[in-house]
């Protein structure tokens, strides 16, 4: 799905602002009928959870409504009238006036509707837009939804993040030309003995069969390459390519003309130009040979964060000023690259890392897919994950339709290195590998130029995975010092480097550490190794990474979380997950300034192996175990 833009043949409104805002069981039963009957309002973007002193605001399950009136340009005669909705979290329904125009599952990809046949140019329409929070067996992510005593519905999830809800991201009008551009695709490459010519492959999808051009602009707007057909290769001389820390984009400029395309009137009246687009992209590989990842052909270490989007008060609607200033303590703090834990972030977020050469491991918001998890069994759910009752082919197929809307969206982001399916499946479990193994074929069909990964769960070893050997990259979550040998940082580090050792000897393929971390209060202090402490989490880190760099197949770090986060209510959390290198409100701990330094210095390499002293690097040596204990038994 093409995003908006303002081109010379399309034009674009945003709808962001003030609208009115109403809770299910407040006012009609057919809301979009008329006028909201409320006094609320909200903005938009935002989650609306955290707006409101009401308590039954933040705690609703079901539909909320949003609306405003909405004037079409009087200039849109003869065009095409769509309006898009960049995310509806988890559910959204479009009315024009009284119409129903567009609904959509998944609260974190984009879906439009064309609404040409329900307005009129010059004039003001009704937009009614619903939104439902609700968590079922069959959304991505998955939960329950009860019936209290009392007769509140109540959510539960599986997830460690807040399940917030609304119009998070903008809501647009645009206009196209009836016969318009509604695709491209763009895999780039390098060709030649010394590798300075760009391959740019295209294919361009329009609505009714006809005429295209493209061309390729560089960062100046000079033409370097072009060509006709709705597919084809472009070639780029002496071409730059994007890379980490250093980016590079060139524009695809995509005309359809209302002729043949050669130029000479052919069947129509000069080869008009009747619709354009520009898709930027970069040119850049990526690869994955042995136990080494490459970009452009050269070892890559991946060091960063998962990351959320949270913010106080808005939730997880997106800001752009959080945006910039997220970015810059990535850059100050010598972080290459993040994973959009645990759902598709905001596309302004992935066109940012485009123009700042960060790398992005791009996920789907399949998180929740293991019952051990939320039982707090540690590896014993009270009942099977994959079955007929509890995880099945309708969870698959919502799960299928979530890796197809995430790909068709970012599929055109030089930044996007890698597609992670799932965090924390179940896949030590009975039933993973005919759950799993459909979706990994899926996204290889999808995109066979990237790399496929899934991050998997502490209880999911080396020993008992069952899904390892269908991926391409191995990400594990390992908590080793925190959820496990908890306060006991030497054994932690011991645990830890066998447990690597382990993944890299049977799979031989990379390694990444996909998150690590140690929930810590700013401002407390210990001159011992006490938990939640500054000097804790900081020592935390310094033993996990001198374990890093004793693994050779270990291709990067991601340390969880690049900030705290808002959580569910739990006697386990205080005002929300703290396992963030920054506060909520961006303000550093200690261990940001330790990473600095540790980040800077490596400059996106892999650091020389190092060993233990006095043992030669070998775990075992030392007295302490050489295998990790299974998590709850340390």
Not at 99 to 119: C, K, M, R, S, W
Not at 395 to 407: F, K
Request: with cysteine.
């Amino acid at each position: 799905m093409l995003k908006p833009r303002s081109t010379a043949t399309r034009e674009l409104v945003n709808l962001d602002g003030i609208w009115r805002f109403a809770v299910a069981g407040t006012i009609g039963p057919e809301p979009w009928t008329g006028p909201l009957g409320t006094r609320l309002e909200a903005p938009v973007p935002a989650s609306y959870n955290d707006l409101f002193t009401d308590r039954a605001i933040r705690d609703h399950v079901g539909w909320v409504w949003y609306q405003r009136q909405v004037r079409v340009p009087r200039g849109w005669t003869g065009e095409r009238v769509v309006l898009r909705v960049d995310a509806a979290t988890h559910e959204g329904r479009v009315y024009v006036g009284d119409a129903l125009v567009a609904q959509h599952v998944g609260g974190y990809t984009p879906f439009e509707a064309d609404i040409t046949e329900h307005v009129s140019p010059g004039e003001e329409f009704r937009l009614t837009i619903g939104v439902n929070n609700e968590l079922t067996g069959v959304t991505m992510p998955p939960g329950t939804i009860t019936v209290a005593q009392d007769g509140r519905r109540k959510q539960t999830y599986l997830h460690d993040f807040y399940n917030y809800a609304g119009l998070a991201r903008s809501v647009w009008l645009y206009s196209t030309p009836p016969v318009h551009v509604d695709d491209i695709t763009v895999v780039t490459g390098l060709d030649g003995a010394d590798g300075t010519t760009g391959t740019v492959g295209y294919t361009v999808g329009t609505n009714v069969p006809a005429a295209v051009r493209v061309r390729a602009l560089d960062a100046h707007g000079t033409e370097v390459a072009a060509g006709e057909g709705a597919n084809g290769t472009l070639r780029i001389d002496d071409v730059t390519l994007w890379r980490p820390g250093a980016a590079y984009l060139y524009e695809l400029v995509v005309d359809i003309l209302d002729g043949d395309g050669d130029g000479d009137g052919g069947d129509g009246d000069g080869d008009r130009v009747v619709d354009t687009y520009t898709e930027p992209f970069g040119v850049r590989t990526v690869e994955v040979r042995g136990t080494r990842f490459l970009i452009n052909g050269e070892p890559f270490y991946f060091t960063g964060f998962g990351k959320h989007e949270d913010s106080p008060v808005r939730g997880k609607g997106h800001d752009d000023a959080y945006l910039v200033h997220d970015f810059q303590l990535m850059e100050w703090m010598g972080a290459n690259s993040f994973r959009t834990s645990h759902y598709p972030y905001a596309e302004e977020v992935m066109e940012f890392a485009d123009r700042h050469g960060i790398v992005v491991i791009d996920e789907t918001a399949a998180v929740g897919l293991n019952l051990a998890v939320g039982s707090g069994l540690m590896g014993t759910p009270p009942r099977p994950t994959f079955s007929e009752d509890t995880f099945h082919d309708d969870t698959r197929a919502a799960h299928a339709q979530a890796i197809r809307e995430l790909i068709a969206r970012d599929k055109n982001h030089p930044s996007v290195v890698m597609w992670c399916i799932a965090n924390e499946p179940s896949s030590n479990e009975k039933g993973a590998r005919e759950y799993i193994e459909p979706l990994v074929k899926l996204t290889r069909r999808l995109d066979p130029t990237r790399p496929v990964t899934y991050a998997a769960v502490m209880f999911a070893t080396h020993d008992n995975d069952l899904i390892a050997d269908l991926f391409d990259v191995l990400c594990v979550n390992r908590y080793y010092g925190w959820y496990v040998a908890t306060g006991d940082l030497a054994a932690a580090e011991t645990y830890l480097e066998a447990d690597l050792r382990g993944w890299a000897e049977k799979f031989g393929k990379p390694i990444m550490l996909s998150e690590y971390g140690a929930d810590t209060m700013p401002g407390l202090h210990s001159v011992w190794d006490t938990p939640w402490t500054e000097e804790y989490q900081l020592a935390y880190l310094e033993a996990n990474q001198r374990a890093f760099d004793r693994v050779e197949a270990l291709v990067g770090e991601h340390v969880w979380n690049f900030a705290d986060f808002q959580t569910a209510d739990g006697i386990h959390r205080v005002g929300g997950n703290k396992k963030g290198v920054f506060t909520r409100e961006r303000h550093p701990k200690a261990a940001a300034h330790a990473l600095r330094r540790r980040w800077t210095s490596l400059g996106g390499r892999k650091p020389s192996p190092a060993v233990r002293p006095g043992d030669g690097g070998r775990p075992g040596d030392d007295g302490r175990p050489a295998v990790a204990p299974e998590p709850g038994q340390a």
